[in-house]
């Protein structure tokens, strides 16, 4: 996997390097390209995992880039009108990953989308405990995580 990462940056840097622009939009195109002639390339010589992980990051940056959005929005209408429509709570989410890699980028993301808060892990590692602003439903909470975050690491780390 290492050997193709690194054969499709230097394919990004030879494009970057032809084309004479160093915009982020061409440097971008530079890497697709190379991924995409690489993949064409290796085709008869079976699936490499970085043929299946490299789509799955660029999946995971988008939803992870929605999610944090929709969530600013959402705490910033919070802040900026008078009413109060929050509904705090903690919830213990049960947990499918097992690494510890796995169980703290699960944390992490949570606690890096505005409004929610990873507090702590269970000392089996089976629950991780989370604080919300907004929980209207607890079983909605945990199938929003697991079917969101959760379910996006586990096919990042398989």
């Known amino acids: 996997m290492k050997n193709r990462f690194l054969a499709n940056l230097l394919l990004t840097f030879i494009w970057v390097a032809l084309t004479g622009s160093f915009a982020f939009a061409n440097v971008v195109f530079g890497f697709f390209l190379s991924y ?21 990051v660029v999946s995971f940056f988008f939803f992870f880039s ?31 990953v097992t690494s510890d890699g796995e169980i703290t980028m699960l944390a992490n993301l949570i606690t890096l989308t505005p409004g929610t808060l990873s507090l702590d892990v269970s000392a089996d ?17 945990i199938k929003g995580i697991k079917n969101g975050f959760e379910k996006r690491i586990i096919e990042l780390y398989s």
């Open 36 to 56: 995409f002639l690489l993949f064409v390339i290796t085709r008869g010589s079976g699936r490499a995992r970085y043929f299946r992980l490299v789509p799955r």
């Open 125 to 141: 590692k089976k629950v991780l405990y989370v604080y919300s602003m907004y929980i209207t439903n607890r079983e909605d909470f």
């Open 66 to 96: 929605y999610e944090l959005i929709k969530a600013n929005i959402q705490v910033a209408w919070e802040v900026g009108t008078p009413s109060f429509h929050m509904k705090p709570g903690i919830i213990g989410v049960p947990l499918d």
